[in-house]
Each structure stands twice: as structure tokens, then as C-alpha cells.
RNA sequence: GUCUUGUUAGCUCAGCUGGUAGAGCACGUCACUUUUAAUGAUGUGGCCGAUGGUUCGAAUCCAUCACAGGACACCA
């Protein structure tokens, strides 16, 4: 089925008349000496010269046609590579003898990758353009690319042939440039502060640090199941615990959930371990990151985000409980009470799992009148416990943690604590975790005795957070779905080829 | 997982209350030596997502399935 196609027949017939011909249609001796953008700096100076063109510089460009006019005897091409378009000017009398007639015209087309040396000029219109006087065909593309005007716009094309879109659409490729530079500049913010960057298992065999539904696979030589892991987090203390003092991990979890437009199977984040410090600091850090990252990344302080607009200068902290009141409307003496909570919940047609504790129904509350109003980035702190199973208990209050959640455009984008360093608790919490699961929350945590045995020879106070690294550059990239920042999104198999194994 | 909207030429899209399938771009042929989505002429191109059903007749109506988008639920 690979080349039915009658336009794909049509080009691999042109292959086949040029390689006859003497020219290789996969030609690999490029002789590039300049890119597109390097081309029209350097050369931004013809524009001022007074016959437009200066025919002792020489200048060799290679890229993919985009846009091909052929007008009789010359043509103009639209070439396009990494860093930009550059208009050519062919025309026959420049080229040997019959090469414009017999090979340009008629076998090289649209999609092709040409390279072509020649001199810079200025149109009649006033383009910076490349007179040809040579021309190449490195690479013959077989297959047509979308119409030129309206390209690929079909979601389903994009990120199924993510090349494609690619090629078409040159905002995408600025997405990723800026996600490769969100990546790169957090790495070297933290390790900059002295971070150390480690990297520890994807495979776990308990699939802890987080409240999630794990991928299994198997290890045939040991003869087990492992779970990708979820989160890194019980490893990372582990590390804390042998005496780094300051490690982040940038890298992915996989998580067996549902997809939608905030949620891929696999995702991206930086999770960071700092002894001796505790949440209140990482507020400090967090706020100083943002302000790294929209420093070097040209950013206004005022980012429009859909039909938002995010103040990256205007950080605040709101007590978990008191947003509740004073951001989400919920009548203040509603908020300690199980019942109260339950019945309110209730009175807004919003259904409650039976058996929820309170600090879960608070949770509940959170998400349903606070979340989506948290534009500006607020660290919501004091999480009460029974949610923050892995989180230190404030001294002051036992029933809450010292942990934030920051929340940018009604999106949770980080979440930190103080971390729990007293094994006995953390072991009676794990036991609260299974109860839960044997009560049917199929996300508790699993008992981790190991790290229960670490934390036993002593975790220095420390404190850590995770920040997600997608939801991130949707956010600074303006993208609504994280399969428009993720290279090659999660996608069911087309054909009903993968048949499950019962 | 639920609801909802899509799926027609390589791409972007029309196609009314059922009557043998349309455009633009692309492609072929011709003309054209400074164009800008070049232009003019002309031609090729389709199992209308899949399978069933209703009907004399289905791209169109109905059902099921597949894939996708959106919303909700859960989570990051």
C-alpha cells in the first residue's frame, strides 16, 4: 500500500527520469556555506547599493521549496530551512544548457530539498533574494506536501505526522524552540544554586511519590512486574537521606489516567530535593525561577493566556482554608464541618464520594470554587493532611502540612512541602494509604518499607517540589492542549491491528 | 468512563427537504525573463471513515463500530 498513492507514482517518476539523467534525486554532498538568516543579515546591505546586487559575493543556501512560480524563462523559489525563507530568482539563460527546461521544470517541485549558489540581488518589489547561477537537488520528496495557503490544519494530521506539521506551520516550531529553552534554563537555574542533577529509576517496583494508577511491564530475566514510575519523589529523598543536600531531576512520569487536553500518558517534570530549608524557602525560589525564566526567555511580566492576563509580578500566598471563604464564597463557618461540607456540596448538585474525611471534602471545595479563579500566580498553602500524605505536619497545627500548591491561570503548576522526615509517622501514613486502598481509592500510596528503612537512618529537615513541565510552556507559550507542546502526543493506533492481550 | 460535534480528492472546504460527486490549491499539458497564495487556458483526479439497515434509489435518513476535536468526571 506504501506508494499507491497517483501523486506519489507521479514523483517517483520524476526521481527515476533525473536519476537517468545523472542526478542523484538523494544526493547527500551539500556545500552549504550559509543559512537563510545568516544570508539576509549579512547581505541586508544590497538594499542600499544602487544597482541592488553585488555579483562578487557568493553564497551557497540549501532548504525545502515551499512556493515555486514558474513564469517561462525564470521562476522564482521560496526555499525555506531552520531559520527562515529565502526568496530565489532562476532563470534559464543563468542555468547549463537545457537544465532549466528539462530538469527544473519539469522534475523538481514543491517539497523538494535544493540546494542553489548564486549572488545577492533586491527584486523590482524590494526582496532580498539569491540569483541563482547553480542548482542542486539533494533530496526528492515523493510525497506532495498540504496546499500551500491553509496547510495542515487537521489536529489529527498534526500530531500523527508531527513532520508534517513541522514543515507547514513555522509557529510550531518556535513552540518547541521555547520548550527546549524552558528545559535548558531550568537546568541551569538550579544547578546554578548548586543543585546536582541525578537520575533515578523509571522502573519501580513499588510505583510511589505520587497518588496515581501505574503502567506495568515486566522484567523477564527477574521474572517480575515493574511500574514506570509515577514520580521520582522516594527516590530523591533517598538521596537526600545519603547526603546530597540539593538534587533535581528533570524528567518523565507515566501515569495510566485518562488524556485530555491537560493530561498525557506520559509527561514532563523537574522535581527538586533541598536540605535544610523548608516550603517557605521554596516559595523564595519559585518566584526568583519565574523571574529567571521570563528574563531569558523576552517575556512581558503581563502574559496573555487565552482570554486571560497573568501578572507574573503579582505572587500571593493564601492559607488553603481562607481561600475558601475569600476567593471561592464558601460561607466561613461551613468550612471545619464534615457534614456542613457535605451538605453545601450537595446543595450545588455536586456528588461526594461517601467516607470522605475532611480534609478531603476541603480539597473538594478547593476544586470546585477556587481552582479555576486563581489567575495570577497564588501559592495556596496549609494543606490539611489527610490529602498530603507525604507532606511534614505544620508544628503549630497538627491537622495541616507546611505544603504549597501554586496555581497560575486556574491551573495547578507546582506542588511543594516540607518534607515528612519522621519515619514513624510517614509509616502510619502509608498504613492510612492502604486502608484507603483496601476501602477501594485504587490511587493510595503502596507501603514503601525501603523507604520507610531510609528515612529510618535519619532525613536532614528538607524540603521539596515539583513543577510541571508541560503545563508550564502551555503557559508561556499560550497553547490550551498539552498535545500542542508535547512532540509527539499520545495517539490510539489508526488500524485495529493492536489487539489486546486478555 | 459519559455526553457532544466531526470524518467527502494529496491539502483546505462546499454538497439544501434522499435522485449517479463540486470548488480552490496541488498535479498534467500549453503560454509567459522580476513574481509574492504569480497569472491565463485546458485536463486528470473520489469505495463520500467502516459495517449493517430503511428505500425503487443513500455522501445525505437510522444503528453499530473506529478515529479525532470539544465539554464533563479523575488526576499533574
Redesign the pocket.
Known amino acids: 500500500m506504501a506508494f499507491e ?3 506519489i507514482q ?1 514523483r517517483i517518476e ?1 526521481a527515476e527520469v533525473l536519476r537517468e539523467a545523472g542526478f542523484n534525486p538523494y544526493s547527500n554532498n551539500s556545500q552549504r556555506n550559509t543559512t537563510v538568516e545568516k544570508y539576509l543579515n549579512v547581505n541586508s546591505d544590497i538594499q542600499d547599493k544602487e544597482d541592488k546586487r553585488d555579483e562578487n559575493r557568493h553564497y551557497i543556501v540549501s532548504g525545502r521549496i515551499k ?8 521562476s ?1 523559489v ?1 526555499i525555506e530551512d531552520e531559520s527562515g525563507m529565502l ?1 530565489i ?1 532562476i ?3 543563468n542555468l547549463p544548457e537545457d537544465f532549466y527546461n528539462t530538469i527544473f521544470k ?1 522534475n523538481i ?2 517539497g523538494d530539498i535544493i540546494e542553489v549558489s548564486g549572488y545577492p ?1 533586491v ?5 532580498l ?1 539569491l ?1 541563482a547561477n547553480e542548482l542542486k537537488l539533494l533530496t526528492k520528496a515523493i ?15 498534526r ?2 505526522k508531527r513532520y508534517l506539521d513541522l514543515i507547514m506551520n513555522a509557529e510550531v516550531r518556535k513552540t518547541f524552540q521555547t520548550r527546549s529553552k524552558v528545559i535548558s534554563l531550568t537546568r541551569r537555574f538550579f544547578e546554578d544554586k548548586g543543585f546536582l542533577e541525578v537520575e533515578t529509576p523509571m522502573m519501580h517496583p513499588i510505583a510511589g511519590g ?3 494508577k501505574p503502567f506495568v511491564t515486566h522484567h523477564n530475566a527477574l521474572g517480575i512486574d515493574r511500574f514506570l514510575r509515577i514520580a521520582p519523589e522516594l527516590y530523591l529523598k533517598r538521596l537526600i537521606v545519603g547526603g546530597f543536600e540539593a538534587v533535581f531531576e528533570i524528567n518523565r ?1 507515566f ?1 495510566n ?2 488524556m ?8 514532563t ?1 523537574i522535581e527538586f530535593y533541598w536540605a535544610y530549608k523548608t516550603y517557605k524557602d521554596l516559595i523564595e525560589i519559585t518566584k526568583e525561577y519565574f523571574q529567571y525564566l521570563f528574563e531569558h526567555l523576552n517575556l512581558p511580566t503581563i502574559l496573555p493566556y487565552g482570554d486571560m492576563e497573568v501578572n507574573f509580578e503579582n505572587f500571593t500566598e493564601v492559607p488553603l482554608i481562607e481561600s475558601l471563604t475569600t476567593i471561592g464564597g464558601v460561607p466561613a463557618e461551613m468550612c471545619n464541618d464534615k457534614e456542613s461540607i457535605v451538605a453545601f456540596l450537595k446543595s450545588k448538585n ?1 456528588t461526594v464520594k461517601p467516607g470522605m474525611n475532611l480534609g478531603q471534602l476541603q480539597g ?1 471545595l478547593f ?2 470554587f477556587v481552582e479555576e479563579k486563581l489567575i495570577d500566580p497564588t501559592f495556596i498553602t496549609e494543606y490539611p493532611v489527610e490529602i498530603s500524605p507525604l507532606a511534614r505536619r505544620s508544628d503549630e497545627n497538627p491537622a495541616i502540612t507546611e505544603r504549597f ?1 501554586l496555581f497560575i491561570a486556574g ?2 503548576i507546582a ?1 511543594a512541602f516540607s518534607e515528612l522526615n519522621d519515619p514513624i509517622d510517614q509509616y502510619e501514613r502509608f498504613k492510612g494509604q492502604g486502608e484507603a486502598k483496601e476501602a477501594g481509592d485504587d ?1 493510595a500510596h503502596e507501603m514503601d518499607e525501603d523507604f520507610i528503612d531510609a528515612l529510618s537512618y535519619g532525613m536532614a529537615p528538607t524540603a521539596g517540589q ?1 513543577i ?1 513541565i ?2 508550564l510552556v502551555m503557559l508561556l507559550t499560550n497553547e ?4 500542542d507542546v508535547l512532540l509527539f ?1 499520545a ?6 491491528d493492536t489487539q489486546e492481550q486478555e
Open positions: 498513492n497517483k501523486f507521479q520524476k512556493l515555486l512560480r514558474i513564469m517561462g524563462k525564470a522564482f521560496k526568496q530568482y532563470a534559464r539563460d519539469k517541485e514543491v540581488f527584486t523590482g518589489k524590494g526582496e533574494s540569483h510525497a506532495p506536501l498540504p496546499e500551500k495557503f491553509h496547510g495542515v490544519t487537521d489536529k489529527e494530521i500530531y500523527r505520587a497518588n496515581a512520569n501515569r489516567e485518562g485530555d487536553a491537560t493530561h498525557n500518558p506520559e509527561f517534570s455536586i473538594e476544586d470546585e500548591e491551573r495547578e506542588n490511587e515539583g510541571g508541560d503545563r490550551h492542549s498539552i498535545r502526543p495517539m490510539k493506533p489508526i488500524h485495529n
